[in-house]
T-cell receptor, first 113, second 113 residues
Framework: DAKTTQPTSMDCAEGRAANLPCNHS???????VYWYRQIHSQGPQYIIH???NNETNEMASLIITEDRKSSTLILPHATLRDTAVYYC??????????????FGTGTRLTIIP | ETGVTQSPTHLIKTRGQQVTLRCSSQ?????VSWYQQALGQGPQFIFQ???????GRGNFPPRFSGLQFPNYSSELNVNALELDDSALYLC????????????FGPGTRLTVL
């Protein structure tokens, strides 16, 4: 799996959009970008994933650059409950499994009241 | 639809003892992956089970073993506990051959004294 680079920490004001960047310059053509978050001492929560097109769901939007070397997770209206560690992961998905997740140290996002 | 559940929530053992942790996968999911998360670190892949067989293993010694049952639930067994085994143990379930997105349980906090 390709390695990712994320800022160690970020702050965002409550109600504003939180934009979390991730660099994955060695990503392969068949590797997806996944985002998870982990609120203190809980299990990681799946947020969103994408291959090359931008994606949006009820939680967030994922913007992937055209060369796929970086991406940004956007939380459109951050609330205090969005305070968590956010992990950007790239991995292959296939019908043949064994697709482990390789977590880095993530970005600690703090939402400021 | 029930999510991934794990038991027990917390556990305290002494060095040299053995421990069994349990995981019930999300309804309809046929694959279970186990991860270890030490304090301040991201989760590390231990192994994955599919069709009751181990299907991929991370850099963990043989004293870490597992089982998957016909109902897709799973156990993680750790023998000869060491102090460094103190961690949050996470299981994640997914569907092989479809989205393959892994959904995590709340974890079991193991403390080895």
């Amino acid at each position: 799996d390709a390695k990712t680079t994320q800022p160690t920490s970020m702050d965002c004001a409550e109600g504003r959009a939180a934009n979390l960047p991730c660099n994955h310059s060695t990503i392969s053509g068949n590797e997806y970008v996944y985002w998870y978050r982990q609120i203190h001492s809980q299990g990681p929560q799946y947020i969103i994933h994408g291959l090359k097109n931008n994606e949006t769901n009820e939680m967030a939007s994922l913007i992937i650059t055209e060369d796929r070397k970086s991406s940004t997770l956007i939380l459109p209206h951050a609330t205090l409950r969005d305070t968590a560690v956010y992990y950007c992961i790239v991995r292959v998905t296939s019908n043949f499994g064994n697709e482990k997740l390789t977590f880095g140290t993530g970005t600690r996002l703090t939402i400021i009241p | 639809e029930t999510g991934v559940t794990q038991s027990p929530t917390h556990l305290i053992k002494t060095r040299g003892q053995q421990v069994t942790l349990r995981c019930s996968s999300q309804s309809g999911h046929n694959t279970v992956s186990w991860y270890q998360q030490a304090l301040g670190q991201g989760p590390q892949f231990i192994f994955q089970y599919y069709r009751e067989e181990e299907n991929g293993r991370g850099n963990f010694p043989p004293r870490f073993s597992g089982l998957q049952f016909p109902n897709y639930s799973s156990e993680l067994n750790v023998n000869a506990l060491e102090l460094d085994d103190s961690a949050l143990y996470l299981c994640a379930s997914s569907v092989r051959g479809r989205t393959d997105t892994q959904y995590f349980g709340p974890g079991t906090r193991l403390t080895v004294l």
